[in-house]
């Protein structure tokens, strides 16, 4: 409570109190941010979790594939998720069906223009010749570029969420590079690429 100490006396315990009520309730949201934050890193871990025993579990390359267009979308809480090869050669039948993608060669060049292993876009329209008919549900999306050398074709995994915010260039890209790198080498393995 205010005290009164005479005329040209100020009470400084209040405002010290006011300043003390401010500092405490800026570390409780700081503190709660910070929950946040740890709560959906959790999260994000253990959808990249889930994912790579997934993708550990194909029993072929058209599993994988499988796994990718069909699982994936799933467990990352996503849209679309479509597995692009670059290359001016037909697709087997097989693997069209299976739900690869083919892009024309420089495609990717293009679309990554010298950018990282993975490129995350946000509050986009989504590229119908990566996700078909699904692209008008993207608005925004995470790029993994999968590298299988350089005689190889270049491929690419795109994720694709429905919220402009689902992937930003702001969020941290390890889980995500982790989790290409698994399937770069599980891809490998189906193809029997040597590393």
């Known amino acids: 409570p205010e005290s009164d100490h005479g005329e040209g006396v100020v009470d400084m315990q209040r405002f010290m109190l006011e300043r003390l009520q401010r500092d405490l309730a800026d570390k409780r949201d700081r503190e709660q941010a910070l929950l946040a934050a740890t709560r959906a890193n959790l999260d994000a871990q253990a959808k990249i979790h889930q994912a790579v025993r997934a993708v550990l579990e194909a029993d072929s390359f058209e599993s994988l594939i499988k796994i990718i267009t069909g699982k994936l979308p799933g467990l990352f809480d996503i849209a679309a998720a479509s597995f692009?090869?670059?290359?001016?050669?037909?697709?087997?039948?097989n693997a069209a069906k299976a739900g690869i993608i083919l892009l024309p060669p420089?495609?990717?060049g293009k679309m990554l223009d010298n950018e990282p292993a993975v490129a995350l876009?946000?509050?986009?329209e989504g590229?119908?010749?990566i996700f078909g008919k699904k692209a008008k549900l993207i608005?925004?999306?995470?790029?993994l570029r999968l590298d299988f050398g350089t005689k190889k074709p270049q491929v690419l995994l795109a994720?694709?969420?429905n919220a402009p915010d689902g992937f930003d260039p702001r969020q941290g890209t390890e889980l995500l590079s982790f989790f290409a790198h698994t399937l770069q080498q599980c891809?490998?393995?189906w193809l029997g690429?040597?590393?």
């Open 84 to 93: 692009c090869v670059e290359s001016d050669a037909l697709l087997p039948d």
């Open 106 to 108: 420089g495609s990717l």
């Open 121 to 124: 876009r946000a509050d986009i």
């Open 127 to 129: 590229d119908e010749r």
């Open 139 to 143: 608005r925004s999306v995470a790029l």
């Open 159 to 161: 994720l694709g969420a």
């Open 187 to 189: 891809t490998r393995r």
């Open 193 to 195: 690429i040597a590393p």
